[in-house]
């Protein structure tokens, strides 16, 4: 394949895979401007690695790791770890399928970056335990533990949030 066709195959690329980028993004940070430059940041990642590795075997997965790993670095940066919150908004009586999408966002939140990035990886991307554990760089083990632990605490919000 030559540069041009290796150019024309990364530009096919971001444009049909941005949106579902965006998607994971969005799980794994809650927010939809810094989803926005998640989705950005592993573009530019993958387009440099494309253009300095030359042709990349699978973009999928190599955009993906781009993301995950961005996302990743940034909560590890002093400046993300304190954030300003505003007053709790009051919450519906009711319970609805929103609702609940609304919770598990939130509870999301509060996880910590690796075990946000397993759970999304595992259970949004549908990856298996060996492919998170290589994307991530940890062991099959680790990706078990951090899936059980943020599970755990998924499921113990998302029950505080509905039943409250």
């Known amino acids: 394949m030559g540069r041009s066709e290796d150019e024309s195959a990364l530009h096919a690329f971001v444009e049909g895979r941005r949106g579902a980028l965006y998607r994971s993004a969005y799980l794994l940070c809650g927010d939809r401007d810094e989803a926005e430059d998640l989705v950005q940041t592993a573009l530019v990642k993958v387009v440099l690695g494309g253009r300095r590795l030359g042709r990349i075997e699978n973009l999928e997965a190599y955009a993906r790791g781009a993301l995950v790993k961005t996302f990743i670095a940034s909560r590890r940066r002093f400046w993300r770890r304190e954030q300003a919150y505003g ?5 519906a009586e ?7 999408g609304i919770a598990v966002r939130a509870a999301l939140a509060g996880l910590n970056a690796t075990q946000r990035a397993v759970l999304v990886l595992r ?5 298996s335990i060996a ?4 994307l991530l760089g940890i062991r099959e083990n680790t990706v078990k533990s951090h899936a059980a632990r ?10 505080e949030e509905t039943f409250t």
């Open 87 to 91: 007053e709790v908004p009051d919450r």
């Open 94 to 100: 009711e319970s609805t399928d929103a609702d609940t």
């Open 123 to 127: 259970y949004w991307e549908d990856l």
């Open 131 to 134: 492919d998170t554990a290589a």
């Open 150 to 159: 943020g599970l755990a605490a998924l499921r113990a919000e998302v029950r």
